[in-house]
């Protein structure tokens, strides 16, 4: 297990999870989890369909209640009033707005919600080129542009910790680089990002650390070099493959049929380019590598 | 009818004085010669002195003031009069006039608390063999009986009101009440508080008109044996019972109001062996039962409106040829109900406001048949409980599937000819 | 001011553009004029309305509670990822829905009664069947959030949401029925009332009831049934008894809402 990191810079907070359990019914989601988030880093949250990657995150922010198990954002637990929300900016996977508000009405409303008279940061706004579409009510909106607002609410709030579901889904490449260079500001800032993403491409990168999670449990932390070193694989994909259909140290002996649906369906962008990339120098502090067994 | 009161006056006149008397109207005037007055300092210390000093045909004034004397007893021809205020008293203890001679008028008076008895038929005035008398502008106050008729004959009862002070009805009794006779005619009586607000036991030839009999023990009116009367335009509202017509032939009974009557055991309107008769432009309205019938044969129903009433018309099955037409039934919870798949009268021509059909000639008479008794009154008749099940969309289906294809409700009891508009009845304008 | 009412404006802003709510108002519009116009005045249009809200009323509720909760939980989860409490937005999204659909239910009914008269010549009937329709209306507004937050599949829960509303507006009565001719031998009055009680379609009935057939439920032989029609306690028991079925359902959404994983 990794040691807890110290916070970055002091803007970011660190996230410690600890033995997290999460049953749907019977279905053991997430089956004790222990895993913690670096502030200043970005750490990619890998695995298969089901794998339990999106139940973590909405667990963090307080969307699942854990079964079992604990769960810290900067050292404190989310409670129901949702206060701890209000570290996190969350950017949904297909999020359904209100097909009759507007963008900018939207986004109002979030403000007023959350008390919030600061001044939001709208960066995203005019790198993502919303500023002609704020007035238009999202049913008229294509999914792209709803994708791009889902982006730009996300870093609204100047949010110590970020936590991006599918980030780039959807996104043409142009939004795609200009949200990924949003990410690794926030990350410069010190703030703790959490991700995942069916793009291989946006890992390599952006991430820092990689957690790879299987049948609910934690696989793999440590860089992605590290990954591949271990796995004595040339690809992530490889590393994936091998991770999810090798005999697995800490096989549960629930090996379900969908458990080999490696998610490595690369987009196809810089592939190749990626399955080299081992530099690792704008992450603040490497983690351990580690196969959890 | 109103020619009635004169006809009496006419009548009796000639026999009080052997000369023309003065007509009804003119009793208050001075007439000198006949005129006793019974007041503070005068001759007569009591009504009952003056009465018995009273030449037949004088006119006896009693003024203001309470007075407790022994029952007065008035046997021969006169007038008495009770100026405003006057009082007589019955302390509880007995009736307070008698009447037992022909051509006595008594009104103006106000007489009170005649006590109860078991054994006498204690009432404020009680008419006992005679004939043409005529009682008037009486206040009847906490009387046992209020006014009672027995073997009387080509009487006037007018503008009286009587109030009872009944909670019970065995301690109460009627409050116009009369018993074998003949010719009678009761008129713009306020009647309340009785056990029976009026009461008809062998009278024949009578009439009951403008009548206001509310708040009664029992009924507003109790009617038995008494062919040939009518009433009319009376108002018998939220009386324990309604109104029981019965063992009688040829009655009237138009455009009176019965209302209010409610009560598991309350009808507007009983009619039990009644034949030959006419129910016409009454309104029934808010009463549990509408008229409940039981061997109506040969009645007339028509021109009523029956509105708001728990059950318009429940007609047993030994009521036979009546008829039942150009009446109104609005917001009522069952219009007709009846014990038997078969019906014996006619129910043709009314207007229902629960008819659904369709009138394609524009004739205003519906092209579909309507069948007045649902089938939920048939399961209410069997099952009471299930009333609660009253205006349920299963029972909305029910009641239409058997209105479709009639299997348990009378199939022959159907208004062939439905209107599709409300008649207008005297009663219309106040719709 | 605090969330709820923060989520509640908003919800009714946004309902008020969905011309859901609208369209159902202006439905009971129509029919409630057309039953006063061509049904022949208010004596005759309101029985003819009591059906409609009995049937419609808690149908209309159901649907669009249900599909309410289900088409919004996206937005839900887009809100709880904000610092929104749980409590405070369910009761937010609660009247957001229940007041608007009974504001539509009270104008669209109320103003035909009111203009064509019937609110004054028949004002105690037109109220109690108010009364009714509103507390229906919460009532089942209750009920579809807790069948949305219970049912996780959509097409299921507005399968339940349906069947429902047909075993509570339709079979039950069935089955009352049915069970008044199996205890035909027993005294049934007070465990007809308790049958009623037990659902809400029921006790709006029963109070349409009093206003409307108050003269047949007076000529009824059991002294409960008259102490029951016959005044006030009866009315206020039924009040109560929707008012229960508004709260407990209400409640019960809440707790599986503020649990729910989404």
Known sequence: MTEPLAPYGGAGLAIAVRDLAKSFGTRRVLDGVDVDFAP?????????????????????????????????????????????????????????????????????????????????????????????????????????????????????YDAPVLVLDEPTAGLDPAASL???????????????????????????????AVVFLLDGRVRFHGSLADLLAETRSDTLEE????????????STGASRGDAGGVTAEGTGDGDAERRRRTDRDASPERPRVEIVR | MHTLPLLATLLFAPMVAGRPAPPVDRLDLPAPVDTLVVATGGPWRTVGDAVRAAPRGAVVIVEAGT????????????????????????????????????????????????????????????????????????????????????????????????????????????????????????????????????????????????????????????????????YRRNVFSDNGAGVAVMYTSEVVMDGNDFRGNLGNAAFGLLLKDITDSEIVNNRFRANSVGIHAEGANRVRVAGNDFVGNGWAVKIMANSEDSEVTGNNFVGNSFDIATNSRRSYSAFTGNFWDRYRGYDRNGDGVGDVPFHPVRLFSLVVAQNEPALVLQRSPLVALLDLAEQVLPVLTP????????????????????R | M?????????????????????????????????????????????????????????????????????????????????????????????LGLALPLAAAFVLGAGIPLAVGGALASHAGAVALLGVAGVLLTTAFTSLGFLVALRVREAASGLG??????????????????????????????????????????????????????????????????????????????????????????????RYTFVRKDF
């Not at chain 1, 500001?185 to 820092?208: F, I, P, Q, Y």
């Not at chain 3, 309410?68 to 610092?83: K, M, R, S, T």
Request: net charge neutral; with cysteine; hydrophobic share 45%.
């Open chain 3, 2 to 94: 605090n969330t709820a009412l923060k989520v509640f404006r908003y919800q009714v802003r946004d309902l008020a553009r969905s011309r859901a709510i609208a369209g159902y108002a202006a439905f009971l519009l129509l029919a409630t004029a057309g039953l006063l116009h061509f049904g022949g005045g208010p004596a005759r249009a309101l029985p003819s309305l009591a059906t409609v809200v009995v049937l419609v009323v808690p149908l209309v509720s159901l649907l669009v509670s249900t599909s309410f909760v289900y088409h919004g939980n996206d937005f839900i989860e887009l809100l709880l990822a904000h610092p929104v409490g749980r409590r405070p937005l369910f009761a937010g999204m609660y």
């Open chain 2, 67 to 230: 007075r407790r004397e022994p029952t007065l007893v008035l046997d021969k021809p006169l007038t008495l009069v009770g100026r405003p205020g006057a009082v007589l008293d019955g302390e509880g203890e007995r009736g307070l006039i008698r009447i037992t001679a022909d051509s006595v008028t008594v009104e103006g008076f106000t007489l009170r608390r005649t006590g109860l008895s078991y054994t006498d038929d204690r009432a404020a005035v009680l008419v006992d063999r005679a004939r043409f008398c005529a009682l008037r502008g009486l206040r009847l106050e906490d009387t046992f009986f209020g006014i009672y008729l027995a073997n009387a004959g080509d009487c006037l009862v007018e503008d009286n009101t009587l109030a009872g002070a009944s909670e019970r009805e065995t301690r109460s009794g009627n409050g116009i009440h009369l018993w074998y006779s003949t010719r009678v005619t009761i008129r713009n009586n306020d009647v309340r508080g009785h056990r029976d607000g009026i009461y008809f036991e062998f009278v024949e030839d009578s009439r009951i008109l403008d009548n206001v009999s509310r708040g009664n023990v029992r009924y507003g009116l109790h009617f038995m044996f008494s062919d040939g009367c009518a």
């Open chain 2, 411 to 430: 199939e022959s009891l159907a208004d062939e000819a439905p209107h599709l508009s409300p008649f207008a009845t005297v009663w219309s304008s106040e």
């Open chain 1, 178 to 208: 200009a949200l990924k260079e949003k990410i690794r500001r926030c990350r410069a800032e010190g703030r703790t990002v959490v991700v995942t993403s069916h793009n291989l491409g946006d890992l390599d990168t952006m991430a820092d």
């Open chain 1, 40 to 156: 200043g880093a970005v750490t990619a949250l890998l695995g298969p369909n089901g794998a339990g990657k999106t139940t973590l995150l909405k667990a963090l922010l307080g969307l699942v209640r854990p079964s079992a198990g604990s769960l810290r954002i900067g050292g404190a637990e989310p409670d129901d009033a949702g206060g701890l929300r209000r570290l996190v900016g969350y950017m949904p996977q297909l999020p359904h707005f209100p097909p009759h508000m507007t963008v900018r009405e939207l986004a109002s409303m979030l403000d007023d919600l959350r008390d919030f008279d600061g001044h939001p940061d709208e960066e995203l706004v005019d790198a993502l080129g919303l500023r002609g579409e704020l007035d238009q009510p999202f049913r008229t909106l294509s999914g792209g542009t709803r994708q791009k607002v889902n982006a730009a609410l996300a870093f609204r």
């Open chain 3, 160 to 253: 339940l949401a349906l069947v429902l509303w047909l075993g509570r507006a339709v079979i039950y009565d069935g089955g009352v029925l049915l069970g008044a001719y199996g205890w035909a031998a027993y005294p049934l009055e007070v465990p007809m009332l308790v049958s009623m009680a037990l659902n809400p379609v029921d006790v709006a009935r029963v109070l349409v009831v009093m206003a409307l057939d108050a003269s047949a439920m007076m000529g009824y032989t059991g002294a409960v049934f008259q102490d029951f029609f016959g005044g006030p306690v009866g009315v206020a028991l039924a009040l109560a008894c929707l008012g229960a079925w508004t709260l407990l359902p209400g409640l019960a959404a």
């Open chain 1, 239 to 250: 590393a994936i493959a091998a991770i999810t259909s090798g005999p697995s140290p800490a």
